[in-house]
């Protein structure tokens, strides 16, 4: 495990849905972060390895779901009701702790990022 692979970015009018995925190797919690245009990488939601606990940024709480079938080795972010203020380069990360963590150096493994482009 040391690489991880995006897909599912694309342009999509506000009030749209998009699925990114991430194929994912390996016992690890996971995480999807986003970093917008002059701003710093943030959190978006998180995923312990067996699935059952999850974290999500206030912002997009209700709108956004992560999953995860380890029999596909695949992370999902379903991310439904997008906002302008949702357009990103989105990045899929994976974490030796099988505990989620809303901190970014807490995951040793990170993807290319893609890009999820919200327009009003």
């Known amino acids: 495990q040391g690489r991880l692979a995006e897909s599912g970015g694309g342009l999509v009018q506000a009030g749209g849905s998009l699925t990114l995925s991430c194929a994912a190797s390996g016992r690890y919690s996971m995480g999807w972060f986003r970093q917008a245009p002059g701003k710093e990488r943030e959190v978006v939601a998180c995923l312990s390895w067996g699935g059952s606990t999850t974290y999500y940024a206030d912002s997009v709480k209700g709108r956004f779901t992560i999953s995860r079938d380890n029999a596909k080795n695949t992370v999902y972010l379903q991310m439904n009701s997008l906002k302008p203020e949702d357009t990103a380069i989105y990045y899929c990360?994976?974490?030796?702790?099988?505990?989620?963590?809303?901190?970014?150096?807490?995951?040793?493994?990170w993807g290319q990022g893609t890009q999820v482009t919200v327009s009003s």
């Open positions: 990360a994976a974490s030796r702790r099988l505990t989620i963590s809303s901190t970014s150096t807490e995951y040793s493994y």
